[in-house]
C-alpha cells in the first residue's frame, strides 16, 4: 500500500527551466540546499541500518533507543519537544523554513517558479505524512519488537525513504541555482 505512491511520477513535476550563465556564487545556495539534504539523507540510511539489524534480531530495543538518541536528528527534537518525533523535527524544521520563506519568494519569479513551488509544497505535506507514519511505527516497534511490527515499521521507512530521496532530489534540481539566480536566501 504505502510503497505504491503514484505522487511521485516525475511526469507530473513541473521542469525546471535552465538558468544559463550563472556564477559561483550564484551556485553557492543550490549547493548549500544540497548538503543539508545530503544529512538528511544520511540520516535516513543510518534509520534504514538500524532497522534491518533490528529485524535480523542483532541490536536490542535498548540499542536502537542508544543509536537513534545519539543522532543530530534526535538531539534537536528533544530540545523543541515536538510530538513529531525524531527524524520528523529536523526535516518540518528544514521544510518549515522552505514553506514559509523559500517558495514564496521563488513563486514571485514567474507562473514556472509558482508551479515548482506550489508542487514542492504540496510533496512536503506527503512526506510529512510519512514521517509521522514512521514515528508511531518505531514507538509501536520499541515498544513491542514482533515480526509484525518490524515489517509494518520497514514498509513505512522504506515509503518514506522513496517519497524523501525523490523530493530532495527534485527539489534540487528545480530551485537550486534558482535560489542564487534570483538571490532567494537559504
Sequence with gaps: MLLNIAF?????????????????????PGQHLKMIHDHLRDNMKTLGKLI?????GSVT?????????????????????????????????????????IFPALAEQGGVFKAIADRLQAEHVVVHELLLA???????????????NFEDTKEVYQALERVLLSHLGYEEEAMGDALGYFDIGV
Design 8 to 28: 511521485l511520477d516525475d511526469a507530473t513535476r513541473p521542469p525546471a527551466p535552465k538558468l544559463e550563465g550563472l556564477t559561483h556564487a550564484q551556485r553557492q
Design 134 to 148: 514512521l514515528v508511531d511505527a518505531l514507538n509501536a516497534l520499541a515498544g513491542e519488537p514482533t515480526q509484525s
Design 61 to 101: 530495543p535498548a540499542e536502537i533507543a542508544a543509536e537513534t538518541g545519539d543522532l543530530a536528528m534526535v538531539s534537536n527534537f528533544r530540545r523543541f519537544g515536538n510530538l513529531c518525533g525524531q527524524y520528523c523535527q529536523i526535516v518540518h524544521t528544514h521544510h518549515s523554513i522552505e514553506d514559509y520563506a
Design 52 to 56: 534491518d539489524r533490528a529485524k535480523t
